[in-house]
């Protein structure tokens, strides 16, 4: 990969996320073969991902998910086909040079037990020759990203953070050097349930404003579904069972796979999903002193709302906090109702 | 309910861990071993001038002598544990590098024979077969140093944790990069137990160096024994006890201060 990718995908970043920060990837027949097993690790794997897309990678373990992704930046070597990111044959480039441009992050988040924070985030950089004042600059300001202050962590070896501080130098570390294109192995995985989430919070929006095309592996489907613009569901040999929109997959699996990897709840799943924007509100119920609902909220929160409240209606509020409408049960059913026809999204 | 909606702009706390420890070099507890010995110098010290030294006792109890085997003894015993360090590092870590696991075993099997022969037989083996003197002594205790080393070295790069070494080869370091970088200086505290043990085994060995006229401290226990000079044999063998004690501690220090820190 040349580094013309390298400095317009900084540029993307650097005009405040206004065009998408990542490229195209696009795998073609990729099969990985295992030396001495007769079956394949992945089979006949193809899929294209579309520029500044967050595509989650969902299954068992052992389904071939994490070779998949590793392929892309040859730390596993495919028996054959092709991957292509940005048009360009990954297979035909240097793969140390290929890797400087793709950020990495693992579930051990492997940070350098012996180089400080800000030199285990400098690391990338440095590889690529930039200049000391640069790479300084740049750590300051990915520990902000990921909302370390800077005074505080820079100095401190990585020994000395909890689990879910070093994931987020884990994450600033693949950003480092801007890469277009990040693969992600499992990066919440080893933390605990309330890390987990304020880790996934915090990615979201940090992904709103990166807008880097993402690979991200996980067996978690609530991860997926939170997290990703589409989900690759695989089963055994990385065999693609759907690969859809969070909504799609959740309102119309492919087949009993799916279905069985959904688990119970779908419904409620699919509501976290969609905003109350989404329903027909009726008249405010002027009743006072009523539980209320935020009009930004989803119709996961207004069921929840409801529920608790015991109302056949509760008012939705806006951020003026002047109740704009009010929502029912039967008005959160019709829009999961609308949905079943479906109307394929962009993409799908 | 809104503050599942609002959650997200409170994730901005961060906990608070104790700041970096400094690291503590200079401690009462790290001088005891220097003036242990000292006190058991200055003890030998009064209790020798404290002798009726015959003349033969004479010949080896002065500060010439003494001073000269002692040079004799160190130049053995670094010497030799620096050619070990020369010859058994690169080879520990092209060992543990190699994907054959034959190459691998020869090495080590090799390295166990050096040490499992005792030494004496080792020093007049050479001997026998080439010459006596300083050069043979120093390629004995080369050879019966080198194990420690070679397996440290091995051990310590193969400890370095899997996930260290992939993200490492993930950010685009190259094979080369990956070891001076991140594995030599994550193994440097196993290879520095290696070669402070092969230090203190040297400062051992080298006493039999007297066996095939290579000097040392040897000489005094030899003679001591050999002349029913006890005075002699005692201060011979309090020194060669007070020179490992303290190569052990220089080498204990040297391991602190290099170990990278965060580790």
Same mark, same amino acid.
């Given at each position: 990969?040349?580094?013309?990718? #390298?400095? &317009?995908?900084?540029?993307?970043?650097?005009?405040?996320?206004?065009?998408?920060?990542? @490229?195209?990837?696009?795998?073609?027949?990729?099969?990985?073969?295992?030396?001495?097993?007769?079956?394949?690790?992945?089979?006949?794997?193809?899929?294209?991902?579309?520029?500044?897309?967050?595509?989650?990678?969902?299954?068992?373990?052992?389904?071939?998910?994490?070779?998949?992704?590793?392929?892309?930046?040859?730390?596993?070597?495919?028996?054959?086909?092709?991957?292509?990111?940005?048009?360009?044959?990954?297979?035909?480039?240097?793969?140390?040079?290929?890797?400087?441009?793709? /950020?990495?992050?693992?579930?051990?988040?492997?940070?350098?037990?012996?180089?400080?924070?800000?030199?285990?985030?400098?690391?990338?950089?440095?590889?690529?020759?930039?200049? *000391?004042?640069?790479?300084?600059?740049?750590?300051?300001?990915?520990?902000?990203?990921?909302? $370390?202050?800077?005074?505080?962590?820079? #100095?401190?070896?990585? *020994? =000395?953070?909890?689990?879910? =501080?070093? =994931?987020?130098?884990?994450?600033? &570390?693949? $950003?480092?050097?801007?890469?277009?294109?990040?693969?992600?192995?499992?990066?919440?995985?080893?933390?605990?349930?309330?890390?987990?989430?304020?880790?996934?919070?915090?990615?979201?929006?940090? =992904?709103?404003?990166?807008? *880097?095309?993402?690979?991200?592996?996980?067996?978690?489907?609530?991860?997926?579904? &939170?997290? /990703?613009?589409?989900?690759?569901?695989?089963?055994?040999?990385?065999?693609?069972?759907?690969?859809?929109?969070?909504?799609?997959?959740?309102?119309?699996?492919?087949?009993?796979?799916?279905?069985?990897?959904?688990?119970?709840?779908?419904?409620?799943?699919?509501?976290?999903?969609?905003?109350?924007?989404?329903?027909?509100?009726?008249?405010?119920?002027?009743?006072?002193? #009523?539980?209320?609902?935020?009009?930004?909220?989803?119709?996961?929160?207004?069921?929840?709302?409801?529920?608790?409240?015991?109302?056949?209606?509760?008012?939705?509020?806006? /951020?003026?906090? &002047?109740?704009?409408?009010?929502?029912?049960?039967?008005?959160?059913?019709?829009?999961?109702?609308?949905?079943?026809?479906? @109307?394929?999204?962009?993409? #799908? | 309910?809104?503050? !599942?909606?609002?959650?997200?702009?409170?994730?901005?706390?961060?906990?608070?861990?104790?700041?970096?420890?400094?690291?503590?070099? +200079?401690?009462?507890?790290? +001088?005891?071993?220097?003036?242990?010995?000292?006190?058991?110098?200055?003890?030998?010290?009064?209790?020798?001038?404290?002798? %009726?030294?015959?003349?033969? %006792?004479?010949?080896?109890?002065?500060?010439?002598?003494?001073?000269?085997?002692?040079? %004799?003894?160190?130049?053995?015993?670094?010497?030799?544990?620096?050619?070990?360090?020369?010859?058994?590092?690169?080879?520990?870590?092209?060992?543990?590098?190699?994907?054959?696991?034959? +190459?691998?075993?020869?090495?080590?099997?090799?390295?166990?024979?050096?040490?499992?022969?005792?030494?004496?037989?080792?020093?007049?083996?050479?001997?026998?077969?080439?010459?006596?003197?300083?050069?043979?002594?120093?390629?004995?205790?080369?050879?019966?140093?080198?194990?420690?080393?070679?397996?440290?070295?091995?051990?310590?790069?193969?400890?370095?944790?899997?996930?260290?070494?992939?993200?490492?080869?993930?950010?685009?370091?190259?094979?080369?990069?990956?070891?001076?970088?991140?594995?030599?200086?994550?193994?440097?505290?196993?290879?520095?137990?290696?070669?402070? !043990?092969?230090?203190? +085994?040297?400062?051992?060995?080298?006493?039999?160096?007297?066996?095939?006229?290579?000097?040392?401290?040897?000489?005094?226990?030899?003679?001591?024994?050999?002349?029913?000079?006890?005075?002699?044999?005692?201060?011979?063998?309090?020194?060669?006890?007070?020179?490992?004690?303290?190569?052990?501690?220089?080498?204990?220090?040297? %391991?602190?201060?290099?170990?990278?820190?965060?580790?």
């Amino acid at each position: 990969m040349s580094d013309s990718t #390298a400095t &317009r995908a900084a540029t993307g970043a650097a005009s405040a996320g206004s065009t998408p920060g990542g @490229v195209g990837i696009t795998l073609d027949k990729v099969t990985k073969i295992y030396a001495g097993q007769g079956a394949p690790a992945v089979d006949d794997f193809s899929m294209s991902v579309q520029p500044g897309e967050l595509v989650m990678f969902v299954g068992p373990s052992g389904c071939g998910k994490t070779t998949t992704m590793k392929m892309i930046n040859r730390i596993i070597e495919p028996t054959s086909g092709s991957i292509a990111i940005d048009g360009r044959d990954v297979l035909s480039l240097n793969p140390n040079e290929l890797r400087r441009h793709i /950020g990495y992050v693992i579930q051990q988040i492997g940070l350098f037990p012996h180089m400080t924070i800000a030199e285990n985030i400098a690391v990338v950089p440095r590889l690529l020759g930039w200049g *000391k004042q640069k790479i300084a600059d740049r750590v300051d300001e990915l520990l902000n990203t990921v909302q $370390l202050d800077p005074g505080t962590f820079a #100095a401190r070896y990585p *020994k =000395q953070l909890s689990g879910g =501080q070093q =994931q987020r130098v884990g994450v600033a &570390r693949a $950003l480092a050097a801007d890469p277009p294109v990040m693969l992600m192995d499992e990066p919440f995985g080893a933390t605990d349930p309330i890390t987990r989430e304020k880790l996934q919070a915090e990615f979201l929006r940090l =992904q709103e404003s990166i807008g *880097k095309t993402i690979i991200f592996v996980t067996h978690d489907f609530d991860e997926a579904i &939170r997290l /990703g613009d589409r989900i690759a569901v695989l089963s055994d040999r990385s065999q693609i069972e759907q690969f859809d929109t969070p909504a799609n997959i959740l309102s119309a699996p492919a087949n009993d796979y799916v279905r069985s990897f959904i688990g119970q709840g779908a419904a409620l799943k699919r509501l976290a999903l969609i905003p109350i924007a989404d329903a027909t509100l009726s008249a405010v119920t002027g009743v006072k002193n #009523a539980p209320t609902v935020a009009a930004d909220a989803t119709l996961r929160d207004a069921l929840d709302a409801l529920v608790l409240a015991g109302l056949p209606a509760i008012d939705v509020v806006g /951020g003026d906090g &002047r109740a704009v409408g009010s929502i029912t049960v039967d008005a959160i059913s019709a829009v999961l109702g609308a949905e079943l026809p479906g @109307v394929p999204p962009a993409g #799908a | 309910m809104m503050s !599942t909606v609002t959650s997200d702009t409170q994730l901005m706390a961060t906990r608070t861990v104790v700041p970096p420890a400094r690291r503590r070099v +200079f401690t009462l507890k790290r +001088f005891t071993t220097p003036i242990v010995v000292v006190v058991i110098l200055a003890v030998l010290l009064w209790w020798v001038s404290s002798l %009726e030294l015959d003349s033969i %006792e004479q010949r080896t109890l002065n500060w010439d002598y003494i001073t000269l085997r002692i040079g %004799e003894h160190l130049s053995l015993t670094v010497v030799a544990s620096a050619l070990v360090a020369v010859l058994a590092i690169p080879l520990g870590v092209a060992t543990a590098k190699s994907p054959s696991k034959v +190459f691998r075993a020869i090495v080590l099997a090799l390295a166990n024979i050096g040490q499992a022969t005792p030494a004496v037989g080792v020093v007049i083996l050479l001997a026998i077969l080439w010459q006596t003197g300083y050069t043979t002594a120093l390629v004995a205790l080369v050879i019966y140093a080198f194990l420690p080393v070679l397996r440290n070295t091995m051990i310590g790069i193969d400890q370095v944790d899997a996930n260290v070494r992939e993200s490492a080869r993930g950010m685009g370091m190259t094979p080369a990069q990956v070891l001076m970088r991140i594995e030599l200086p994550l193994a440097v505290p196993v290879i520095l137990a290696g070669l402070r !043990t092969a230090l203190v +085994f040297c400062v051992g060995v080298a006493t039999i160096a007297t066996f095939i006229n290579a000097g040392g401290l040897g000489d005094m226990i030899v003679n001591g024994l050999k002349l029913q000079r006890y005075p002699v044999l005692v201060v011979g063998a309090v020194l060669v006890a007070c020179i490992a004690l303290l190569i052990d501690w220089v080498a204990g220090f040297i %391991e602190d201060i290099v170990t990278p820190r965060g580790l």
